[in-house]
Nanobody
Framework: QLQASGGGLVQAGGSLRLSCAASGRTFSNYVMGWFRQAPGKERRFVAAISWSGGYYADSVKGRFTISRDNVKNSVYPQMNSLKPEDTAVYYC?????????????????WGQGTQVTVSS
């Protein structure tokens, strides 16, 4: 029900815009989040958007901007000034709540992930 796309290979300092398209239900009242998992590491919170705005991990604050289009049932993180340490598989997730959250267990639906690789 969540389809993530937009990943790829980019040089350090470059930009990528990921997309997460939802289907099967309306997610306009859900918190939409993004997490990432680097090789050998745990999946970690990146950003989320709720009715009150966007929330970001400290590691991406000022570089990533998350937005949503409720008509298209989609959410988009714009990732700028990418660094090699941003390399990971990025997952979108949906939380059936108005309140944003950073914990994996607090999200109800997950997409399949899209690979982002940043070369130095």
């Amino acid at each position: 029900q969540l389809q993530a796309s937009g990943g790829g290979l980019v040089q350090a300092g470059g930009s990528l815009r990921l997309s997460c398209a939802a289907s099967g239900r309306t997610f306009s009242n859900y918190v939409m989040g993004w997490f990432r998992q680097a090789p050998g590491k745990e999946r970690r919170f990146v950003a989320a958007i709720s009715w009150s705005g966007g929330y970001y991990a400290d590691s991406v604050k000022g570089r990533f901007t998350i937005s949503r289009d409720n008509v298209k049932n989609s959410v988009y993180p714009q990732m700028n000034s990418l660094k090699p340490e941003d390399t990971a598989v990025y997952y979108c997730a949906a939380r059936n709540s108005f309140l944003y959250a950073r914990e994996i267990r607090q999200y109800d639906y997950w997409g399949q992930g899209t690979q982002v690789t940043v070369s130095s």
